[in-house]
């Protein structure tokens, strides 16, 4: 007789804050696109740019003005100050090369910390906020997960079953749902359900994995890199969103599939 199907380890667990809460503003009509927010890289990196040039003139901008009152302090101090805030710009500017290169280019060119699980981080989220002012922020940050993603997937980090985690939301329709299952099933690794917010942090503290695979949409997904992709390497698989925020969302099955047997290897065979 065929043996039945592995079925993955499923943990639930309540916590305080609920998930979908970057959607509290939503009026119930429908998204954009029928909720698929994909935008191309060069959304981001334009943004990027702005993000960038925006914070070197507020801070070119403050120095000018208080310019006359630090000099009261030392003569020499305001042109010490520009001379920093110049360096730090050439600094930035080398950076975000070395970024566009590692991603465009056929190598990544700088460590995980000092990219995608460092500053670039913080630059995703300066142009989150920025995109929040132009209308344009489930895009932005969609093709800025994707940067990401791409960036993280070059590493070719290998581990055991036992050390991967996926973490989906609650919302994920039926049909996304089994096939999530069911490929956590194939590879035998666990699966996290966050009924609530922050619970995600909470599970990881408890089982210390060594690499995340996460669906969650856009917003979720920013706030989830944010807080955990500095302490641990995470993919962030973005969800389409058919019938509004929170409710029966899909992701695409194939990504997360590849995702995964790239992290534990070819999946466990099935004998009949």
Request: glycine share 8%; with cysteine.
């Amino acid at each position: 007789m065929p043996e039945a199907p592995v079925r993955p380890e499923l943990i639930h667990l309540d916590v305080d804050r609920r998930l979908g809460h970057e959607w509290d503003e939503w009026d119930g009509q429908p998204l954009p696109n029928t909720g698929d927010f994909s935008a191309p890289p060069g959304l981001f990196f334009r943004y990027a740019v702005v993000t960038l040039g925006a914070g070197f003139a507020v801070l070119a901008g403050i120095l000018y003005l208080l310019g006359p009152r630090l000099a009261l302090v030392h003569p020499a101090l305001p042109g010490l100050l520009a001379r920093t805030i110049a360096a730090a710009a050439l600094l930035a500017g080398a950076w975000f090369g070395l970024l566009l290169l590692s991603f465009y280019g056929p190598a990544v060119v700088l460590p995980e910390r000092l990219l995608e699980r460092g500053p670039f981080l913080q630059l995703m989220n300066g142009t989150s906020r920025l995109a929040r002012f132009a209308g344009r922020r489930d895009w932005v940050e969609h093709a800025a997960i994707d940067v990401y993603n791409a960036l993280a997937e070059r590493r070719n980090r290998r581990v055991q079953k036992g050390e991967l985690l996926v973490l989906i939301p609650r919302c994920l329709s039926k049909e996304t749902l089994d096939g999530v299952l069911a490929i956590a099933g194939r590879y035998e690794v666990p699966v996290f359900v966050a009924t609530r917010g922050q619970l995600a942090r909470r599970v990881i503290r408890e089982r210390r994995p060594r690499a995340v695979v996460a669906v969650a949409c856009e917003r979720d997904m920013m706030t989830g890199l944010r807080d955990v992709a500095g302490k641990l390497p995470v993919l962030g698989l973005t969800m389409q969103l058919p019938n509004g925020p929170c409710r029966d969302a899909v992701v695409d099955l194939d990504v997360m599939d590849r995702w995964v047997r790239s992290l534990v290897g070819k999946p466990v065979p099935t004998t009949v």
